[in-house]
């Protein structure tokens, strides 16, 4: 479920319900509210449609721009639907690749009003699976060793890390964000430059709390995913997730995360505060994404969210692919070798 709140344009909504849809009774009486909803029913029928008379380059704000869209639907509804998806600024979601962002949504049911598809989570969270994935592999994994640097030549891959200084290797998945991925590079190529270095990760704040002040005033209008929007609503991300609800915690205690909102959040009731980084989906990193197999080669192999969607299953996917890419590769070389014996 999503909800939209601002104190300063007093508003707020869930739109799980009628209930929650007018969680706020002044809204029936708002023109631009009904105006709001009337945009949102033409977007969910005619922007896959529209989406297909527009080429790649088209941007989300293109898009509205050319088709009459108000500001009530794209401040108080798409903006911030898509900005509490991919963790993005809100003004980096008009510059978003129109094509990409309808595609997520409907293969996701957001363009559904009826039978949206339950989103499910992990019960205990993704540490589950990576407790599973690890389970064989332990005594193998290095931890607090970060690799500083990759370079390579014809005959072997090079790490270094501060704990064992440099190592050789004949095969290294580098699986990490991209930009974390190219300043490992000691020896990047042009391609490897042009490809990582258009797919831009931003910074968000993110704390684990207890103060409710941060949702929605009206209890009917709390919902799993809460957008805040602040007065320069242009500008970070502020979204307010219900731990509750997202993990079916049995407590009567609400336990939130909110993302760029630290401000507001009294102090009494922090309990942690992380920093994570997420990708940035421009037309330059969906333009780079398309050209993934460029740079999946010479030994050294790509994965990462970054390649898709920026999800957990999207990491695993390029994982799939750096393999495909490997095992092909590998099949080449066994094959080579047979003839020439």
Known sequence: TFSVHSRHDDIEYNGASLNGLFAQRRNLLRPSYFRMIRDILRFNKRAPSDANDYDATTTVGEYLNDNGYGRHFAEHYLIPMAAA?????????YDM??????????NHGLLQLRDRPQWRVIKGGSREYVTKLIAGHRDR??????????????????LFTRSAGWEDYDYAFV??????????LDDATPSECDILGAIL??????????????????????????YHLPEDSRTHVAVTYNMNQLQRLNTATPYLVTLNNDREIDTRHVIRRMRYEHPVFSLESIAAQARHHEINCDRTYFCGAYWHNGFHEDGVVSALNALEH????LADAKLHLRRAS
């Open 85 to 93: 998806i991919w963790s993005a600024e809100p003004i980096a979601v």
């Open 97 to 106: 690749p129109l094509k990409f962002l309808i595609r997520f949504f409907a």
């Open 141 to 158: 994994i290095r931890l607090n060793s970060p690799v500083e640097k990759l370079r390579r030549d014809d005959m072997r891959i090079q």
């Open 175 to 184: 699986a990490c964000h991209s930009d974390q991925a190219l300043a490992m």
């Open 201 to 226: 990760y931003q910074e968000n704040e993110a704390t684990l709390h207890t103060d409710v002040s941060l949702m929605p005033r009206r209890r009917r209008a709390w919902a799993a995913w809460n």
């Open 326 to 329: 490997f095992e092909g590769r």
